[in-house]
């Protein structure tokens, strides 16, 4: 089965500075890949997905990177917020294999945005 | 807005005694999920309803039930918590293997 790999587990950061959590996957039929900000006592929320046909996502603050060959990928968080404080989990899945619990966790980051 | 909403949000239980979390969603997914989260841990699926079939992951201890009645509304029943089953509860949704939506979650406490 698919094993994810999830690194740093803790980041600290000033506010401003940018945010780098890196994730690697086992499972080459992966192919979908999003990455959930959990705030403390709330679920999940996914935050930025990215599939396997796409090299890089960006949306405002916050990227995807995709490498296929390594697998890895990796969320980047820049200018960071004390609001960005969270932990975030990646995550992977081969979303065409028609089986809906194939999705699998890495292990989580601590990101503290120091004000 | 279309979301899932998970009842109660605190839930305070004896050791043993029987309880049962709800969720809803109104976003017309067919894939239902119950996942448990302990404390720094990634959440961990218990099981699933892919439209009307029940899905069981293998390690689900059997004292852990689920039931959906209908499209928008599933449950998780604890036969008999005991200490170690004190955990967030997470519902979540999907639309066939589609990106999953996660409800708000219940804390479980077993006293």
């Known amino acids: 089965g698919e094993n994810v790999e999830q690194h740093p587990s803790t980041l600290s950061v000033q506010e401003g500075d940018s945010a780098v959590i890196k994730c690697t996957y086992s499972d080459s039929a992966s192919n979908y890949f999003p990455w959930y900000k959990q705030e403390l006592g709330k679920g999940p929320q996914l935050i930025i997905d990215i599939r396997s046909n796409v090299g890089e996502k960006k949306d405002q603050r916050i990227a995807v990177t995709l490498n296929k060959t390594a697998k890895h990928f990796s969320l980047h968080i820049t200018e960071t917020q004390p609001e960005d404080s969270a932990v975030y989990f990646c995550a992977a899945t081969p979303i065409s294999s028609g089986s809906a619990r194939q999705l699998t966790f890495g292990s989580g980051t601590q990101l503290t945005v120091l004000p | ?111």
């Open chain 2, 1 to 111: 807005d279309a979301m899932v909403i998970q009842n109660p949000r605190y839930q305070v239980t004896q050791f043993g005694k029987p309880v049962t979390l709800s969720c809803s969603q109104t976003l017309n997914h067919n894939v239902m999920y119950w996942y448990q989260q302990k404390s720094s841990q990634a959440p961990k699926l218990l099981f699933h309803y892919y439209d009307k079939d029940f899905n069981n992951e293998a390690d689900t201890p059997d004292n852990f039930q689920s039931r959906r009645p209908n499209t928008s509304f599933c449950f998780l029943d604890i036969r008999s918590p005991g200490l170690g089953d004190a955990a967030m509860y997470l519902c979540a949704t999907s639309r066939s293997t589609g990106t999953r939506v996660f409800g708000p979650g219940t804390r479980l406490t077993v006293l």
